[in-house]
Protein backbone atom coordinates (compact mmCIF):
# COMPACT_ATOMS: atom_id res chain seq x y z
CA UNK A 1 0.00 0.00 0.00
CA UNK A 2 1.17 3.42 -0.89
CA UNK A 3 1.58 5.96 1.76
CA UNK A 4 2.54 9.28 0.56
CA UNK A 5 2.00 11.40 3.61
CA UNK A 6 4.64 8.97 5.43
CA UNK A 7 6.69 9.51 2.40
CA UNK A 8 6.58 13.10 2.47
CA UNK A 9 7.26 13.34 6.79
CA UNK A 10 9.53 11.08 6.42
CA UNK A 11 11.34 13.47 3.74
CA UNK A 12 10.94 16.49 5.72
CA UNK A 13 12.48 14.89 9.14
CA UNK A 14 15.22 13.78 7.31
CA UNK A 15 15.94 17.09 6.46
CA UNK A 16 15.75 18.55 9.38
CA UNK A 17 17.98 16.12 11.25
CA UNK A 18 20.25 16.41 8.06
CA UNK A 19 20.33 20.22 8.91
CA UNK A 20 20.75 20.32 12.39
CA UNK A 21 23.19 17.45 12.58
CA UNK A 22 25.87 18.96 10.47
CA UNK A 23 26.05 22.22 12.65
CA UNK A 24 25.38 20.30 16.40
CA UNK A 25 28.14 20.50 18.44
CA UNK A 26 28.89 17.45 20.99
CA UNK A 27 27.31 18.52 24.31
CA UNK A 28 24.74 20.63 22.99
CA UNK A 29 21.53 18.55 24.48
CA UNK A 30 24.25 18.68 28.38
CA UNK A 31 24.88 23.42 27.66
CA UNK A 32 21.25 23.43 27.01
CA UNK A 33 20.02 21.48 30.27
CA UNK A 34 22.40 23.71 32.03
CA UNK A 35 22.32 27.18 30.25
CA UNK A 36 18.60 27.40 28.59
CA UNK A 37 16.70 24.87 30.54
CA UNK A 38 13.45 26.65 29.16
CA UNK A 39 15.21 26.17 25.28
CA UNK A 40 15.42 22.71 26.03
CA UNK A 41 12.03 22.17 27.23
CA UNK A 42 10.72 23.98 24.40
CA UNK A 43 12.57 21.54 22.08
CA UNK A 44 11.41 18.55 23.86
CA UNK A 45 7.42 19.99 23.38
CA UNK A 46 7.74 20.19 20.08
CA UNK A 47 9.48 17.49 19.36
CA UNK A 48 6.35 15.19 21.19
CA UNK A 49 3.93 17.28 19.08
CA UNK A 50 5.59 16.83 16.34
CA UNK A 51 5.49 12.86 17.05
CA UNK A 52 1.25 13.24 17.63
CA UNK A 53 1.32 14.62 14.11
CA UNK A 54 3.23 11.85 12.32
CA UNK A 55 0.80 9.29 14.52
CA UNK A 56 -2.04 11.95 12.89
CA UNK A 57 -0.87 11.90 9.84
CA UNK A 58 -0.16 8.16 9.34
CA UNK A 59 -3.88 7.45 10.08
CA UNK A 60 -4.73 10.23 7.16
CA UNK A 61 -2.58 8.15 4.75
CA UNK A 62 -4.93 5.16 5.87
CA UNK A 63 -7.72 7.08 5.13
CA UNK A 64 -6.25 8.41 1.69
CA UNK A 65 -6.11 4.67 1.05
CA UNK A 66 -9.50 3.66 1.59
CA UNK A 67 -10.68 6.95 -0.14
CA UNK A 68 -9.16 5.58 -3.18
CA UNK A 69 -10.26 2.21 -3.05
CA UNK A 70 -13.60 3.44 -2.42
CA UNK A 71 -13.44 5.97 -5.32
CA UNK A 72 -12.00 2.55 -7.37
CA UNK A 73 -15.31 1.02 -6.49
CA UNK A 74 -17.64 3.40 -7.27
CA UNK A 75 -16.04 4.10 -10.62
CA UNK A 76 -16.15 0.24 -11.36
CA UNK A 77 -20.07 0.04 -10.14
CA UNK A 78 -20.79 3.30 -12.81
CA UNK A 79 -18.76 1.42 -15.33
CA UNK A 80 -21.23 -1.29 -14.87
CA UNK A 81 -24.46 1.18 -14.65
CA UNK A 82 -23.43 2.54 -18.03
CA UNK A 83 -23.31 -1.05 -19.30
CA UNK A 84 -26.92 -1.96 -18.19
CA UNK A 85 -28.19 1.62 -19.66
CA UNK A 86 -26.65 0.78 -23.00
CA UNK A 87 -27.19 -3.12 -23.18
CA UNK A 88 -30.51 -3.88 -25.29
CA UNK A 89 -33.68 -4.29 -23.09
CA UNK A 90 -35.39 -6.21 -25.29
CA UNK A 91 -34.91 -9.90 -24.07
CA UNK A 92 -31.97 -9.30 -22.02
CA UNK A 93 -31.19 -9.00 -17.67
CA UNK A 94 -30.95 -5.40 -16.53
CA UNK A 95 -28.35 -6.44 -14.16
CA UNK A 96 -24.88 -8.62 -15.55
CA UNK A 97 -23.26 -11.04 -14.28
CA UNK A 98 -20.38 -8.59 -12.97
CA UNK A 99 -22.42 -6.80 -10.78
CA UNK A 100 -23.02 -9.91 -8.22
CA UNK A 101 -19.33 -10.02 -7.81
CA UNK A 102 -18.89 -6.80 -6.89
CA UNK A 103 -22.17 -6.50 -4.44
Known amino acids: ?11 DLGRLIEA ?3 EYPPG ?5 EREAPGLKAAIERT ?10 LLAADATLARWRQT ?3 LDQLWRLA ?7 EAGESA ?7 VA
Do not use: W
Request: proline share 9%; aromatic share 2%.
Open 71 to 73: LAE
Open 95 to 101: EPPALAE
Open 20 to 22: VST
Open 82 to 88: IQVAEAP
Open 1 to 11: MSQPLRALMEA
Open 47 to 56: EARLGSLYRE
Open 28 to 32: TAARL
